[in-house]
């Protein structure tokens, strides 16, 4: 199984320091690449996580639900692309929903199996979570100074205007925050 | 550095030698005068600091209009800067010392990765806490975005 992810996990820029036994380690976590049909959940929010997933074929839509039956888009990821990989750091239910917006494919970076990679003190498994934190730096960074306006903008909800600006801009950090 | 100062640091302890040794060798001792800069907003970075002594204040710039705004107390054990050691990006962040002398151990953003990349049980167990707790922050963040826009309307 772990040599058919090789060729695929080598051709990614994020792996790209990763070196082939390395590699190997990262790919011995992976199970069979896993198809979506087209409007298919890959998960939703309040799913507990199972682990990293890397899009081999397709287009996924990362989506934020709005109460019951209204969602909206922030992003569409393509092939290479990972999501719903800050559980290998530290595991949470989903916050997002991900559907495919086509037919796709994906590969799982298993969870648990990672954790035990990583707890043999596998180099490679810290060298994806080094790799996954830099993104979330990039993330972290895209909100750090509009965010603390949440908290100390005293003035705002006052009028309903401001009420719709604060939520515009929410909506662009958001989108911000999930294309990186 | 002399790490017996660094003992009571959760992150240094159970170390082996071998590994003291190089920690040792790759962690920088600073010294600050109350009230001094230890790095500013904006600024390029390469490292972290390890508070060994003294109390830091952070602040961050406001927008626009906004006022300057501490964000955080830190004291002895605590860390300062870890976005920096792990992309190299500008500070988030203004950092100074409070009222006394304050005492630091460096760690570059360089020597963290080869010491990373070669195995190192202090690199693997520094980069679980950075990583847990900069991805608690990040889904603060997001939780908070998310409130505002599932905010009636």
Redesign the interface.
Known sequence: MASEHLQFLRSLPRFKRFIDAELDAIASCIGPAKPIASGEHLFDRGDPSDGAYIIKDGLLNVV?P??ETRS?RVARLGPGLMVGE?CL??S?AR?LRVIAAEPSEVLCINKEKFAALKAS?D?SA??L??N???T??????S??????????DKSAGTTEDK??Q??KN??G??VA?FTR | MDLSRLASIPLFADLNEKQSQVLASILNEKSADPGSVIFKQGERAFSCFFIISGQLHVT?K??AN?PT?K?ATLGPGEMVGE?AL??G?LR?ATCKAGDEQVTLAELKRDDF?YI????N?F??RL??T???G??????D??????M????E?
């Open positions: 934020i709005l109460g909206r800050l750091i530290e949470e916050s003190g180099v810290y060298k979570i080094h996954i934190t830099l979330v730096c990039d993330r972290l960074r909100t750090n100074l509009q965010i603390q306006d949440f908290g100390t009420v719709e604060k939520k929410a909506w950090q958001l925050l | 961050v406001g927008e906004q705004r964000v976005l792990v992309d990006g988030s990765e990373l990349n070669a195995g049980s690199a693997f980069l679980d950075i990583s847990v900069l991805v608690t922050r990040l889904r963040t997001s939780r908070k975005l998310m505002v826009v599932n905010a309307g």
